[in-house]
């Protein structure tokens, strides 16, 4: 997939609109998707979590903790589909 985010606003109850770069968008629970334990405890705090931010160097949202959530992930939850297999691939 690989699609970067371009938009994103904090709503209540932890979720999420999302925009992608190629207009699929949508709200994503992230209640559903995390534990808010580690990297993501801070995000327990609805006030702290509305700070959340694009990072426009990866596509993706962060907030200030380092917690950051896959594209990829996000993407696949919105549009209901599957999440790729990516596989390397190894030269001989």
Same mark, same amino acid.
């Given at each position: ?9 904090? !709503?209540?109850?932890?979720? &999420? ?6 207009? &699929? ?38 907030? !200030? ?22 596989? &390397?691939? !190894?030269?001989?």
């Amino acid at each position: 997939m690989l699609k970067d985010i371009i938009v994103v606003k904090p !709503r209540e109850n932890y979720q &999420l609109y999302i925009s992608f770069e190629d207009r &699929l968008e949508g709200i994503v629970d992230t209640s559903k998707l995390i534990q808010f334990t580690g990297v993501f405890a801070a995000l327990q705090d609805e006030k702290y979590f509305a700070q959340v931010e694009l990072n426009h160097e990866v596509g993706t949202i962060q907030w !200030r903790s380092g917690a950051d959530l896959d594209p990829d992930v996000l993407y696949a939850v919105i549009s209901n589909q599957p999440i790729p297999n990516y596989k &390397l691939s !190894r030269s001989a």
